[in-house]
């Protein structure tokens, strides 16, 4: 093996092993490291029995005192529950003007509403609730199915078109194409005559033949001025916002064949204190009447 | 060097061989370090300074201050839960914490000025380890007696009279560490209701988890490792050195004067020798146990108390004191040349250390007096940026929060510049409407977290982002705070 060999400046003896003239003194490790070393081992034996320590198969040794990272985070999530029951509670009981106008209330209930937002509704609606094509804005004062807080709170309990409830929103437009209600030449002027409505540039001869016919199919439903009418959930017309496009082409498309939106009724689903905080928030969005 | 007397011819070299394993060992075990007392100047102002720095330590945390009903009425708290630091009449917030990084610097410029002048002054005088571990001393001195009682009480075997000596000088030493560590805490909160907590077993266990650790350091530091501290731990002495140059006052000896040194019997003569007898006063009175006359040392604290015991002697030989004494380099030079020595504290070095540490305290005094008790953020919506409303006008929407930093609650009303047209409204807020000003209720000392719509006529919003800005107004004190920021709308 390798022979003794102690270093002349220090007195040390090295490990024996020599790398191009360079050797490597062999001190031994100091008595209080050894010994915190030592006591390490003992308290891991330890800590072994007492906690989840080891992997088995498909399972893991628990220990003995029982302890579960996720035990505890579910003890933690139950006692943030319990300190948010005070302000739950109040909720439950308060009207939803009550809430809006109480500053304490709001402010919990904005911010429930925030979070069961982001986790129910942002998918559809977007996370801003800027919507997307075919799913509506909730920041702009346009509402298909009205924007008081009882109006909306209806809209998110029972939802839209949807198989659960006879208290869904619902409203059936006409596919003016497909059901072969009008033609398409016909279906062009009334397009044109929408354009003219919303004050996009057109055919002004082509809207003059559309009013006609507006005036005929579409006013019972959309109004004598494309104003909209909640209770039907049918938009209004005459402005610049539109829920799947207002051009043309898009225009066409949804006289031809018809737009029929859907929505969960979230009362189903939800707690109806969060369906109320869910209400507030989206009330409190920027449009909210 | 031996005189063999018998054998004139062979010269005895005084050496001493030189042991391998001695020699190269990196360790030194500590000799325990027995300071003499000594009386002098500098041993009055070191007792000066400890009775001022400590009174200032220990009385502070009960001085008081009111600040109105409802607001805590210590002088200087540190108030971690509430966020907030009170000193006297200033109140900081967190957010202000650059008050605390200006005082930090101007303590370390402070620091370079001073030690620039006198050298390392903080380190024999003022330094919280220097102070305390004098104090133990001193304690240590009263129970066990002066150097030479302290050295035999050392080499004695236990005796009763031994242990219990032992054990007065470490409860002391204790009741020194538990008001120490006492003291820190009641910074943290009021101090009379701590103190009586504390007692009581009612205080909160960081309470005295802190006392108990701040205990142990300083009984630790202040009773054991003393000078270990300053001559292997500390990093301040290794910077010092570079702020000292040759005109910055340090502990001197005179060799010149003081060479060659032995004893001297009374009566005899001084001519051919110089004035240092030998006597190692100024070693025994070192706290960290040097030699001065082997010039300047990492290890030497510029406590100057070997300047007061070599003084002392030189007055008792009768001989001018200064032996040692604070001097610079250069002026040792210019001493030796014969001109007067002088002492030069304007040099460029100085000026700067004084010019830098007096502009960072002018500036953290405007910043103080200018300070206003009034402020807004204003968070601009990310998502959707704008949204256009059925009548064709463009809303954004804003998170602003208003920081009302006085102890009153306050009226305020808020508006808009830059956009002609705008209208605000407020989420919530009972007090406002659907106007142009709305107006808010701000409790004191708290923030208000406010949701804010701006809509603007579609034909103003030119471009796809307009500066804007909005300005808050009180009521009563005509106290203003604006923010600007942007109004985004759909460009071209």
Request: charged share 20%.
């Amino acid at each position: 093996m390798a022979e003794k060999h102690i270093d002349d400046v220090t007195g040390v003896e090295t490990t024996g092993h020599e790398w191009d003239g360079v050797r490597e003194l062999n001190n031994p490790l100091p008595n209080w490291w050894r010994w915190i070393f030592y006591a390490c081992i003992v308290w891991s034996v330890g800590y072994f029995v007492a906690y989840p320590a080891w992997p088995l198969v498909s399972s893991y040794t628990k220990g003995m005192l029982g302890y579960s990272s996720r035990a505890a985070v579910a003890a933690e999530v139950a006692m943030a529950k319990e300190s948010q029951k005070v302000h739950l509670d109040k909720l439950k009981k308060a009207s939803l003007q009550d809430i809006r106008t109480e500053p304490e209330l709001l402010n919990f209930a904005l911010a429930g509403g925030r979070s069961a937002f982001n986790v129910n509704c942002s998918q559809c609606h977007g996370s801003g609730a800027q919507g997307a094509k075919g799913y509506p804005n909730l920041n702009d004062d346009e509402w298909l199915w009205g924007g008081t807080l009882d109006a909306i709170h209806h809209t998110i309990t029972h939802g839209v078109r949807n198989a659960d409830g006879e208290q869904a929103r619902d409203s059936a437009m006409p596919a003016f194409l497909k059901d072969e209600v009008l033609e398409a030449a016909q279906i062009n002027d009334v397009a044109e005559f929408v354009l003219a409505l919303s004050g996009q540039k057109g055919d002004a001869a082509a809207a003059e033949r559309g009013k006609a016919i507006f005036a005929e199919q579409c006013v019972s439903c959309h109004g004598e001025n494309g104003q909209g009418n909640a209770e039907f959930g049918a938009p209004a017309l005459n402005n610049g916002i539109w829920l799947y496009g207002g051009d043309k082409e898009t225009l066409v498309e949804t006289i031809s064949y018809s737009r029929s939106g859907v929505m969960p009724a979230w009362g189903k689903i939800l707690d109806p204190v969060v369906v109320k905080q869910l209400a507030i928030y989206i009330h409190s969005l920027g449009g909210g009447q | 060097m031996n005189d063999t007397g018998t054998l004139p011819d062979v010269e005895q070299i005084d050496v001493k061989a030189v042991d391998h394993k001695e020699s190269g060992s990196l360790y030194k075990k500590r000799e325990k370090i027995h300071p003499k007392r000594v009386n002098g100047t500098y041993r009055s102002l070191k007792w000066w300074i400890m009775i001022v720095t400590l009174g200032i330590y220990y009385v502070t945390p009960w001085l008081r201050w009111d600040r109105g009903p409802g607001a805590p009425d210590q002088a200087v708290l540190i108030d971690l839960p509430g966020r907030r630091f009170y000193f006297f009449f200033i109140e900081i917030w967190p957010q202000e914490v650059y008050y605390l990084t200006g005082m930090l610097v101007m303590a370390g410029l402070g620091l370079f000025f001073i030690t620039s002048l006198v050298g390392r002054a903080w380190c024999g005088y003022a330094c919280w380890q220097t102070v305390w571990t004098d104090l133990f001393v001193y304690v240590e001195r009263w129970i066990e007696g002066d150097r030479a009682a302290r050295i035999r009480l050392d080499k004695e075997p236990m005796s009763a009279s031994k242990a219990g000596k032992r054990i007065l000088k470490y409860i002391v030493w204790l009741l020194i560490s538990v008001a120490t560590g006492g003291a820190w805490v009641f910074y943290f909160a009021d101090a009379p209701s701590l103190a009586i907590d504390l007692v009581t077993f009612n205080a909160l266990p960081v309470a005295y988890i802190t006392v108990l650790v701040l205990t142990f350091t300083t009984f630790t530091a202040g009773g054991f490792m003393r000078e270990q501290i300053c001559i292997y731990m500390c990093p301040w002495p290794r910077i010092q050195g570079a702020m000292m140059d040759e005109e910055s006052a340090v502990v001197t000896y005179r060799g010149d004067r003081g060479e060659p040194r032995g004893p001297h019997k009374k009566g005899s003569s001084w001519e051919g020798r110089g004035d240092c007898v030998d006597c190692n006063q100024c070693i025994a009175a070192c706290p960290t146990g040097i030699d001065i006359r082997n010039g300047l040392q990492l290890e030497c604290i510029s406590c100057a108390l070997c300047i007061d015991a070599c003084d002392s002697v030189m007055a008792k030989v009768g001989r001018p004191a200064g032996l040692i004494a604070y001097a610079s380099v250069a002026g040792e030079e210019r001493r030796r040349r014969g001109e007067n020595a002088g002492v030069r504290m304007a040099r460029p070095r100085t000026l700067f250390y004084f010019g830098l540490w007096a502009a960072v305290g002018l500036f953290m005094i405007w910043a103080l007096i200018s300070r206003s008790d009034l402020d807004i953020n204003v968070l601009h919506d990310r998502n959707p940026l704008f949204v256009a409303l059925k009548d064709g006008r463009i809303q954004n929407g804003y998170t602003f929060k208003i920081l009302n930093k006085a102890r009153e609650q306050r009226i305020m009303v808020l508006s808009i510049e830059g956009l002609p047209g705008a209208r605000l409204k407020v989420v919530g807020s009972s007090d406002s409407g659907d106007d142009a000003t709305p107006f808010f209720t701000a409790e004191p000392d708290r923030v208000h977290s406010f949701r804010l719509f701006v809509s603007a006529p579609g034909d103003i919003v030119k471009s796809d982002s307009m500066p804007i800005r909005f300005v808050l107004s009180d009521q009563g004190t005509r106290a203003r705070a604006q923010y600007d920021t942007v109004f985004r709308g759909p460009g071209k």
